[in-house]
């Protein structure tokens, strides 16, 4: 077994000349064999092929497909494989094709008008990302020993993976992290730490970061599994890393899983409301009205979530807001959800009866722009 972990740095050569030769198949090998087959197949699988042209390599392109599909397969049927070495070749196989240089961002690419971009290698990466969930999600799977494979390098690059824009491979990435999360707990707060970091690149620095959207998914599951009271680290994350993001100039990307996030903060500590709404107030657009109505939009979530006692308590600051954009050069575009908080029948819970000291603001504003129109 040990030998089948030698030689990483000069596979290329040997694959070159060797690789077209077919292994045995797993399943029709003696059982003391299997294990050497299935780790040398596994090493075979670090190679990767250029895609930029297909007829190249064809046939060593279709025979790692093959093993591919062959090492999830034994992989899922098999008890007791998951030793040292195989977690050591696994983890190797998975980094060497998951974790590389993505090429150059075309800045001219719009993912909500262009054609989504796919990886070219995505043939073989979707097997690769299968065998990675079936050794994670394996009854023998025991995180002790593969934390020595699994480490922060592993998650780091794993984290910066999430620059890619393609939405198959983001999907993945969101699950393999999530997952990684939940099994590695003395990962836990690296992870959240590395997060951190990119989210701040995303804020100051425009980062392009693509897979954001997924990112915030993970961690909307994650904040949802806090126990109260919240830690201090954990109020810290709500302040200094997701209410930034508000400032985003790509924050239609991903608006809806932060304000799933913030949302779920305000449900678990009420407490919260008033400092949380003071700080997106303070990064309320100015001469966006599309983003004007996401902030309305968002606004009117964070209000549903309220209760009466803190409500009181930030009333007046939402309400001169609205009034501000009702009296805006573009109320015509914010007019309709800025006027739906004044609606007895909006579906923000309990604001009619909140109210009605504020109300008067927003409503002479919308009456005096009715009325010089």
Same mark, same amino acid.
């Given at each position: &077994?040990?030998?089948?972990?030698?030689?990483?740095?000069?596979?290329?050569?040997?694959?070159?000349?060797?690789?077209?030769?077919?292994?045995?198949?797993?399943?029709?090998?003696?059982?003391?064999?299997?294990?050497?087959?299935?780790?040398?197949?596994?090493?075979?699988?670090?190679?990767?092929?250029?895609?930029?042209?297909?007829?190249?390599?064809?046939?060593?392109? !279709?025979?790692?497909?093959?093993? *591919?599909?062959?090492?999830?397969?034994?992989?899922?049927?098999?008890?007791?494989?998951?030793? !040292?070495?195989?977690?050591?070749?696994?983890?190797?196989?998975? #980094?060497?094709?998951?974790?590389?240089?993505?090429?150059?961002?075309?800045?001219?690419?719009?993912?909500?008008?262009?054609?989504? %971009?796919?990886?070219?290698?995505?043939?073989?990466?979707?097997?690769?990302?299968?065998?990675?969930?079936?050794?994670?999600?394996?009854? +023998?799977?025991?995180?002790?020993? #593969?934390?020595?494979?699994?480490?922060?390098?592993?998650?780091?690059?794993?984290?910066? &993976?999430?620059?890619?824009?393609?939405?198959?491979?983001?999907?993945?990435?969101?699950?393999?992290?999530?997952?990684?999360?939940?099994?590695?707990?003395?990962?836990? #707060?690296?992870?959240?730490? !590395? %997060?951190?970091?990119?989210?701040?690149?995303?804020?100051?620095?425009? =980062?392009?970061?693509?897979?954001?959207?997924?990112?915030?998914?993970?961690?909307?599951?994650?904040?949802?599994?806090?126990?109260?009271?919240?830690?201090?680290?954990?109020?810290?994350?709500?302040?200094?890393? *997701?209410?930034?993001?508000?400032?985003?100039?790509?924050?239609?990307?991903?608006?809806?899983?932060?304000?799933?996030?913030?949302?779920?903060? *305000?449900?678990?500590?009420?407490? *919260?409301?008033?400092?949380?709404?003071?700080?997106?107030?303070?990064?309320?657009?100015?001469?966006?009205?599309?983003?004007?109505?996401?902030?309305?939009?968002?606004?009117?979530?964070?209000?549903?979530? &309220?209760?009466?006692?803190?409500?009181?308590?930030?009333?007046?600051? %939402?309400?001169?807001?609205?009034?501000?954009?009702?009296?805006?050069?573009?109320?015509?575009?914010? =007019?309709?959800?800025?006027?739906?908080?004044?609606?007895? +029948?909006?579906?923000?819970?309990?604001?009619?009866?909140?109210?009605?000291?504020?109300?008067?603001?927003?409503?002479?504003?919308?009456?005096?722009?009715?009325?010089?129109?």
């Amino acid at each position: &077994m040990e030998s089948a972990l030698v030689g990483l740095r000069n596979m290329d050569t040997e694959l070159k000349t060797t690789g077209s030769t077919p292994l045995p198949l797993i399943a029709n090998s003696k059982s003391t064999a299997k294990l050497e087959l299935f780790a040398k197949k596994l090493r075979f699988c670090c190679y990767k092929f250029n895609f930029s042209d297909q007829n190249v390599d064809f046939q060593e392109k !279709e025979l790692k497909r093959i093993y *591919l599909n062959e090492c999830i397969d034994f992989m899922e049927e098999s008890r007791g494989i998951l030793i !040292e070495p195989i977690y050591a070749m696994s983890f190797a196989m998975i #980094a060497h094709n998951i974790f590389r240089t993505l090429p150059p961002r075309d800045k001219d690419f719009d993912p909500e008008e262009d054609d989504p %971009i796919y990886e070219p290698a995505w043939p073989h990466l979707k097997f690769v990302y299968a065998f990675f969930f079936r050794v994670l999600e394996s009854p +023998d799977f025991q995180p002790s020993v #593969a934390k020595k494979f699994l480490d922060r390098n592993f998650v780091s690059h794993l984290i910066d &993976m999430f620059c890619t824009d393609d939405v198959n491979e983001l999907e993945n990435l969101k699950i393999a992290l999530h997952c990684i999360y939940g099994k590695f707990l003395g990962l836990r #707060a690296y992870i959240r730490r !590395e %997060i951190s970091n990119k989210f701040m690149e995303l804020v100051y620095e425009d =980062l392009y970061y693509p897979g954001a959207a997924e990112v915030l998914e993970v961690l909307g599951s994650v904040i949802n599994g806090y126990t109260c009271p919240l830690k201090q680290e954990h109020i810290r994350f709500l302040f200094q890393v *997701l209410m930034p993001l508000h400032s985003s100039p790509v924050l239609q990307r991903f608006q809806a899983h932060l304000v799933y996030c913030v949302v779920q903060y *305000l449900e678990k500590d009420p407490y *919260l409301t008033e400092e949380v709404i003071k700080r997106f107030l303070k990064r309320w657009p100015k001469n966006t009205s599309a983003k004007e109505l996401m902030f309305l939009g968002e606004l009117e979530e964070l209000i549903d979530v &309220m209760p009466p006692s803190e409500y009181v308590k930030v009333q007046k600051p %939402i309400f001169a807001r609205i009034a501000r954009c009702v009296n805006s050069e573009h109320f015509q575009h914010i =007019l309709r959800p800025a006027t739906s908080v004044e609606d007895p +029948d909006s579906n923000v819970t309990g604001l009619k009866r909140f109210t009605r000291k504020q109300r008067p603001m927003p409503t002479r504003a919308v009456g005096w722009r009715r009325t010089s129109h």
